[in-house]
Each structure stands twice: as structure tokens, then as C-alpha cells.
């Protein structure tokens, strides 16, 4: 895969400062030390613990983004995945200074520890009447990095300590003492479980633009947040339902010695609190899909989520990917523990911090049921009986036109990546797979010449989609109206004629494109009018319109929107109207 390595920047050294400024922008309870980049609040109640955190830049929204009232009072950064300075965290620390104590709360990385635990002893060394007020937390919740490979350096920070943030930060913001916000913050953080996986690395704003480092069809479990290799990868990539139990195992296996990190129990009594995270460059159809499929094989295991969060919390740039962290509670006969329920209220507990996605503070209720309604039954609501002259015949040259379509995809696809949105290919291949489908069970036969082109109008309508669906299930309900008023038993080439250009006309009603206007209307309109005079001619007619569409100026469909010269350089025919070519000459192959 080639990673995508352009941004929108006025130059890479100023993108950290100039984003920071952004962020205080458009959150007023924000201020910013420029010069140390030291985002903090502006009206701190300094009666009460602060927390500091931070580390390189490229995460967002963690550090600065967690900054706000209930969460974090400072977060210092540096530049892109790289440490901030002593010196930049000392002045985090003066800034927060206050009456009950200081929580520095950092991703173990080797340059955040070293820094920030410099900082922290300097800031000790010249107030030693407040040295038993900084504590220090370390969270590492990788369970990737096995405990040999990692006997030195310990677990990665990832996405967990975004929980601690969070939970710590508004415990502090209740009045408790900084020995209180300490306790739960280090407990948290021993009961973290985060694995990432991607299906690439991430570009570094100002760097040379990287080799490939994934195949297409590879994906890379364990990978850091700094593009560093992963635990393994794995080719092709599986299914969500294949590749998410793989990673849950990982967290909450008790058998594995190389991790085993987080005492779970699997014994159906582990509750938990779910962190499923965007590492910058997934989709949101494509979270949603990993967090339905997360839920279903946590629900499997007999682990109960009692609370459910989703978004982007601690990215990697634009990687494409996503973690999943789980903080394990505390088990009912636990003692010297903090409750359940005060780490729950702590995590539903209101902020004003930008980065803190929304969640329903409430444990997932189970997945929504169907409506009970009955389910609509179409009745047979035709009088007319509609063979096609040949049955066999018919049925080939439908089974023909799907695969033709199927075959066509990938080129359909591109043509629609140059002149559309790209999705034609996988429409059209979507309409003909539920054909094909329906006329193995006899849903479309030639037996039925009537009722068989109604069912195709529906397949449009509900495997299709879209304009191009809308559009095929239109003609289609037109054409069937027009062949229950013919009088005929038998689906002749002068039944079709007629039918066909009664559903054009009653097409029209509905679009304003008319040949030639680059859309699928130009070949529709050029076979239906040629038919009269034979098929071989009607489909050179068509073959003849959607070639002419690689030379033609848009008037309606989704080329309008494309500049017309890169169209006409590229000489890419309209997606639309190739599919009709590629079914009306596979149709006459049969036929």
C-alpha cells in the first residue's frame, strides 16, 4: 500500500503550534504558552489536584485535546512523535502550581519518562516544602510487546491512558487529595489492556515519503503509535469476526505467559470498560463495524461491558487502524480497591474537554430488535401471463448479463474512480449477484416474463441503491406496468419494443438527462430506439453511445461534477453507461 503522505500545513515545523492555536481557538476556557507549548486551563482552581500529561504531538486529541475541567489541567508537547523537553514540561509544572498537589501522569516512552521524571525532580529540587506533593504515574498498557521482549522497557502507553485522564481527573476535581487522585490513577492504569492493529503506517509531515510497508491485502497487529513494527502481520486480511476474537485474546488470555497482563477471570463474573479507538485514519462506517463486532465477542465470552466508548482518542496521524482498550473492574470480593461504582460515576462524571468523546454513561443495552410487524407479503397483483418464447433461452441470457456485470466490476469501478464516486462497479455488481440469486430460486424465470422484471425492480431498489438503483428500479416498475397491458401471451420482440420505450418515457419523468448527457440514458435510449430495427443493431447502437461517452461533455449524472477536461484526457467512458453496454451485449450473446 502506498501510504498517503500529503497535509494540508503551512510549513511542518509550525503545524504543532499553529494546531494548538487552533484548539485554543475554539475552546475560550483554553490558554497557551506558545514558546514552551504548554496548553493549560486558563482558570484553574488551584484549591484542587492537578494533572499534567503529555508527550510528542501527532496524537491528537491526546494530550492538549484532554485539557479541561474533570480531566486534565495541562498537557505539554512536543514535536511530532518526538518527546517535549525538561524544560517545556518545568514551566508545565509552574504553570499548574498549586495548594494540594500535582498528579504527572505519562505513556511509558522512554523520552517522556526521562523528561518528565527530570522535570519532576528539578520542580522537587527547588520546592522541597512540595516535593511529597508531584507524584508520578507511568501508564504502559500494550499487551502486544511480550514480557520477554519487553523485561527492560516494559509495555507500551497506548489509548489506556486516556482512562486515567479521565477517571483521575475527576476525582481531583471532586477535592480529593493528591495521595486519593494517585491511588485510583496508578490502580487504573494495572487494570489496562490495549491491542492496535492497521492496515498501514503513517506519514510524518516534513519526512521523505516512506517505501511501502504493508501489502495490500496485509494487515499488522501490535503496531505502535509511532510507527513502530508490530507483533505480527497477517495476509489476506480476515473478516472483523475472525480478526477481533484474535485480539481479545490477547488482553484477556490468563493462559499466555508472555502476557497475561490484566487478571481477568473468564468465568463469565469480568466487567469491564470499553475503549474502542480511531488511530486517525479509519472511517467512521468502518468503527462502527469494529465496535458492533467487538461487542458481539465480548457478549460471546461472557464479559459484561459496562460502559462503551468509541472515537478518536489517541491517534497516530492518519494511520489507518484502530485499538482496543479494556479497564477491567474491580470484582465484587475485591478489597483495598476502588468501587465499581466510584470508577463508573468518575468515568460519567461532565467535562468540558474537547477530546472527550460523548457516551451514554449507562452499560449498552442489547442489540436493537426487529420490528415484530409482520413482514409485507406481495401478493401476485397481475392478471397477465407473460412467457418468454423461448424459457431457457430467457433464463441463460439473464444468468449471462449478472456475470457479465460481476466480470466488469474492477473496470466499471475505475472508470467511476476517475468520473464519479467509484462506488458504480460495486452497485451494479450488487444488482447482479441478488439476480443471479433470484433466479436460482425462481424468483426470475422465463415462465414468468412479467413478474420476473418486477422482482428485478426490487432488487434494484434494495441490493443496488443509490441513484443507479433508483433509477434501474424505476425503469424496471415502468417496463413491468407496460407489459401487463399488452395483450400478448408471449414476450415477443414487438411486446418488448413497445414496453421498453413506455418505460423510457415514463423514465423521463424523473431525470433531466437526455441523450447525449454521459449518462446510462445515452445507451438505454440508443438500443430501445434501434430495437425495431433488430437486436444486433439495437446493441451496436448502445456499444456505439457509451463508447461515445469518452469524448463527451457531462450535462447531468455524476460526471457534471468533474472537471471536464481531466474527463476528456483521460477518455474514461461514464461508468453508467458501460454497465448498460456490458448487459445488453451479453444479453444478445444469449438471445
Same mark, same amino acid.
Given at each position: ?66 485539557? /479541561? ?170 473478516? +472483523? ?15 499466555? @505467559? ?43 465470552? /461472557? ?109 466499471? &469501478? ?15 455488481? /450488487? ?39 433508483? +433509477? ?10 407496460? +407489459?401487463? @397491458? ?11 419494443? &413497445? ?39 439495437? !446493441? ?9 461517452? @469518452? ?32 448487459? !445488453? ?7
Amino acid at each position: 500500500m502506498v501510504v498517503q503522505s500529503k497535509h494540508f500545513l503551512n510549513t511542518a515545523p509550525s503545524l504543532v503550534l499553529d494546531s494548538l492555536e487552533g484548539l485554543c481557538a475554539i475552546n475560550t476556557h483554553l490558554a497557551l504558552d506558545p514558546t514552551h507549548r504548554v496548553v493549560y486551563l486558563a482558570d484553574q482552581d488551584r484549591s484542587k489536584v492537578a494533572l499534567l500529561c503529555g508527550g510528542g504531538s501527532g496524537h491528537e486529541p491526546s494530550h492538549s485535546g484532554f485539557v /479541561g475541567k474533570g480531566a486534565l489541567t495541562a498537557a505539554v508537547c512536543g514535536n511530532v512523535f518526538a518527546s517535549p523537553s525538561a524544560g517545556q514540561v518545568r514551566r508545565g509544572i509552574d504553570l499548574i502550581d498549586n495548594q494540594k498537589g500535582t498528579i504527572i501522569v505519562v505513556k511509558n516512552y522512554t523520552g517522556d519518562v526521562l523528561n518528565f521524571g527530570l522535570a519532576k525532580e528539578e520542580y522537587a529540587a527547588r520546592n522541597p516544602e512540595k516535593s511529597d506533593r508531584v507524584k508520578f504515574v507511568i501508564v504502559g498498557d500494550d499487551v502486544a510487546v511480550g514480557r520477554t521482549q519487553g523485561s527492560i522497557v516494559g509495555r507500551r502507553g497506548l489509548a489506556g491512558v486516556c482512562l486515567v485522564y479521565k477517571i483521575a481527573g475527576a476525582l481531583a476535581q471532586t477535592g480529593a487529595s493528591v495521595d486519593e487522585v494517585y491511588d485510583v490513577a496508578q490502580y487504573v492504569s494495572s487494570r489496562l489492556g490495549t491491542i492496535g492493529v492497521g492496515l498501514d503506517h503513517c506519514h510524518v509531515p516534513g519526512t521523505a515519503v516512506p517505501d511501502t510497508h504493508l501489502g495490500t491485502n496485509e494487515l499488522e497487529i501490535g503496531l505502535g503509535i509511532h510507527n513502530e513494527s508490530g507483533h505480527r502481520r497477517i495476509s489476506p486480511v480476515p473478516p +472483523l469476526n475472525e480478526l477481533i476474537p484474535t485480539l481479545l485474546e490477547m488482553i484477556t488470555s490468563t493462559t499466555d @505467559k508472555e502476557r497475561s497482563f490484566v487478571p481477568f477471570k473468564n468465568d463469565g463474573t469480568d466487567r469491564v470498560v470499553l475503549l474502542v479507538n480511531n488511530l486517525g485514519g479509519l472511517s467512521e462506517l468502518e468503527l462502527g463495524g469494529v465496535v458492533a463486532e467487538v461487542r458481539r465477542a465480548l457478549d460471546k465470552s /461472557g464479559i459484561k461491558i459496562m460502559r462503551l466508548l468509541s472515537g478518536s482518542f489517541m491517534t497516530s496521524l492518519n494511520m489507518p487502524g484502530f485499538s482496543i482498550t479494556m479497564l477491567l473492574l474491580p470484582a465484587a470480593n475485591d478489597t483495598g480497591t476502588p468501587s465499581t461504582d466510584l470508577i463508573l460515576s468518575l468515568l460519567d462524571d461532565s467535562t468540558d474537554t474537547p477530546g472527550w468523546k460523548w457516551s451514554s454513561r449507562s452499560i449498552p443495552k442489547p442489540p436493537s430488535v426487529f420490528s415484530s410487524l409482520p413482514a409485507i407479503t406481495h401478493a401476485k397483483a397481475w392478471s397477465t401471463s407473460l412467457k418468454a418464447p423461448d424459457v431457457n433461452q430467457f433464463n441463460s441470457a439473464v444468468e449471462r448479463a449478472c456475470r457479465a456485470l460481476i466480470a466488469a466490476e474492477p473496470e466499471i &469501478t475505475r472508470m467511476d474512480s476517475i468520473a464519479g464516486d467509484g462506488d458504480c462497479g460495486l452497485t451494479l455488481k /450488487g444488482g447482479a449477484t441478488a439476480v443471479l440469486e433470484a433466479l436460482n430460486n425462481n424468483s426470475i424465470a422465463g415462465n414468468d416474463v412479467l413478474g420476473s422484471v418486477i422482482t428485478i425492480s426490487r432488487i434494484a431498489e434494495d441490493a443496488m441503491g443509490g441513484t443507479s438503483g433508483a +433509477l434501474y428500479s424505476i425503469f424496471f416498475s415502468a417496463l413491468a406496468q407496460a +407489459l401487463a @397491458k399488452s395483450s400478448s401471451q408471449t414476450a415477443s420482440q414487438e411486446v418488448w419494443c &413497445t414496453a421498453l420505450e413506455a418505460a423510457l418515457a415514463r423514465l423521463y419523468t424523473y431525470t433531466r438527462a437526455r441523450p447525449p448527457s454521459r449518462t446510462l440514458v445515452d445507451p438505454l435510449a440508443a438500443f430501445i430506439g434501434a430495437l425495431p430495427s433488430g437486436l444486433a443493431t439495437a !446493441v451496436k447502437a448502445a456499444g456505439e453511445a457509451a463508447e461515445g461517452t @469518452k469524448d463527451m461533455e457531462a450535462k447531468a449524472g455524476r460526471s457534471a461534477y468533474v472537471d471536464s477536461t481531466k474527463l476528456k484526457a483521460e477518455r474514461v467512458a461514464d461508468p453508467g453507461a458501460w454497465g448498460v453496454k456490458v448487459v !445488453v451485449e451479453a444479453l444478445a450473446q444469449s438471445l
